[in-house]
């Protein structure tokens, strides 16, 4: 793919920037050495190469999951500047 002015116009306008001169020509210079480069990555044989998302393994590590007690709810509602009953009095904030 030949990178051309009218192409660097319209990537600027999508980027919703604008460069002079010497950018365009910096820019399409740095494009076209990026599309050359993945043109010479598609020549690669990746015949039974799996596909993968990271270039080592990656496992989560989860903790098991324990029912636990949990605080009373007095502790809880004990530092609540309002409270009613054994629940939380917050500002409304949808009319």
Known sequence: MKIDGD???YLESLAR???NEDEEKKVGSEIQDILT???MLNELNTDGVEAMSH???I???FRKDEVKPSAPNEDILANAPHKQDTCFVV?????
Do not use: A, H, M, W
Not at 91 to 95: D, L, Q, S
């Open 37 to 39: 480069y993945i043109d």
């Open 91 to 95: 500002p409304k904030t949808v009319e």
């Open 7 to 9: 192409l660097i116009k």
């Open 59 to 61: 496992t989560n590590v």
């Open 17 to 19: 920037i604008e460069l």
């Open 55 to 57: 270039s080592f393994p």
